[in-house]
């Protein structure tokens, strides 16, 4: 329990510093495990179990908020905890037999401890809401170099603590991992490449400054069309090429149907529920001459559809969507001057994959549709941010993210955030590429 108590350093995301502490948290548990534990699974579950309680202390403030329940609050994320113990547990397993060994196969301890976290993030169901290790170092230009990706940082946070818990710097086995390691992170950042400057283009990000997510549904129309309109007008005046405006600002069946006015001179790119059965979470852009329109890929699970809905008897105290959304497909929104758009849809940020796809149809710059405000007043809103900034170094992208009250930013390709809103005003935010 204490060890996992270490990694506060991920639940106080919001303090700098303390990502350092990821470079040192894993060691005293690390060296108690190879010196000491006899029943290394069990170990690795407690341990696995704090340390997911502490990073998702946000979720059961947020559950319990939309349940009004505490003990539904705090029940999810001790459930939560327990399953990524398990991985925890197969972690320690390995590792222990690996510590401080000699030759090549101490190679494994670390690998052993970075793998299992990688393959859960690539469950959905598990994948949600955790984040790797070395996610917090994006604030350290030096280890987005070595190793432009957040799940390469933490293998790199992984050898790490392993070499220091051992204290067996000069053994054979570990100069090997070291330099094949070293070699293998220096090919990851030499094969980035350069790039791409975007075309000239000037666009302008548009924040609410209302809360979204739990204004009465009578009210959100009215109040979306005031803001809406007022941050085109803005955005018109400033002669923008385009308005970004979040998540959830409109909904459309067959027809469009906007709050807003679109006006005929500049494009608005915003986020709305298009279709009925089924029905999806997208991002439209009007063009000034009609709609295009792109899918989100990552739903999130419990919110946007039930795993298992039907089978398992969920407490009626859960308050779980009626419906449940399709997963569509990602594709570009292109301007009238030709400049292309990869959009993800706010949960879709958390995930490197995400990223990937959309880098694949050769984007020229990256937005983050959001709607934030369910989780405003808890740590998530740090992680957010932080999500978004590795997912701009790993694609090599500008990327222009806005929320109905935050978090707004304009972050560069290597990863630092150039302008950013207040949270919680109406603001518009022009930024000139």
Not at 296 to 314: N, Q
């Amino acid at each position: 329990m204490g060890f996992g108590l270490t990694f506060i350093h991920l639940f106080w995301y919001g303090s700098v510093w303390t990502a350092w502490l990821a470079l040192v948290c894993y060691v005293p548990f690390l060296a108690w495990l190879r010196l000491y534990s006899k029943r290394p699974f069990l170990a690795g579950w407690v341990f696995g179990l704090w340390y997911a309680v502490l990073n998702n202390y946000w979720l059961g403030q947020f559950i319990g908020k939309w349940t009004q329940s505490v003990f539904i609050g705090g029940l999810a994320v001790f459930i939560v905890g327990a399953v990524w113990g398990i991985f925890h547990g197969a972690s320690a397993l390995v590792a222990k037999k690996f510590i401080g060994s000699i030759g090549a196969t101490s190679a494994i301890a670390p690998i052993a401890l970075w793998l299992p976290d990688l393959l859960r993030s690539y469950i959905p169901e598990f994948a949600y809401p955790f984040t790797p290790l070395g996610e917090p170092l994006v604030a350290y230009p030096l280890a987005t170099i070595l190793a432009p990706h957040c799940y390469f940082v933490s293998l790199l946070v992984c050898t790490l603590t392993v070499f220091i818990s051992t204290g067996s710097y000069r053994k054979p086995g570990v100069q090997h991992s070291g330099v094949i390691f070293a070699l293998v992170m220096f090919g990851i950042a030499a094969s980035q490449g350069r790039t791409k400057s975007p075309s000239p283009t000037k666009i302008a990000l548009g924040q609410l400054g209302f809360d979204l997510a739990y204004t009465e549904d009578g009210l959100k129309p009215f109040k979306i069309r005031e803001a809406a309109n007022d941050l085109i007008r803005q955005a018109r005046n400033q002669k923008a090429d385009v308005l970004i405006l979040p998540e959830a600002v409109a909904a459309f069946t067959t027809t469009p149907n906007t709050a807003f006015d679109l006006p005929p001179d500049m494009p608005v790119l915003f986020g709305a529920q298009r279709g009925t059965s089924p029905r999806y979470q997208s991002a439209y852009l009007w063009d000034t001459k009609g709609f295009q329109f792109t899918d989100k890929t990552r739903l999130v699970v419990f919110g946007e559809y039930v795993p298992l809905r039907g089978i398992i008897p969920y407490p009626a105290g859960f308050q779980l969507p009626a419906g449940d959304l399709a997963e569509g497909e990602a594709k570009l929104l292109t301007l009238p001057n030709g400049l292309k758009i990869g959009t993800m849809i706010c949960f879709e940020s958390l995930f490197p994959g995400a990223g990937r796809n959309l880098k694949n149809l050769e984007p020229d710059i990256l937005s983050i549709i959001s709607l934030d405000d369910w989780y405003m007043g808890t740590s998530a809103m740090p992680r957010l941010e932080i999500a978004a900034r590795w997912r701009a170094v790993e694609t090599g992208k500008w990327i222009f993210r806005v929320g109905a009250l935050g978090k707004t930013m304009v972050i560069d390709p290597q990863g630092r955030v150039r302008a950013e809103l207040p949270t919680g005003e109406r603001r518009l935010l022009v930024y000139q590429l």
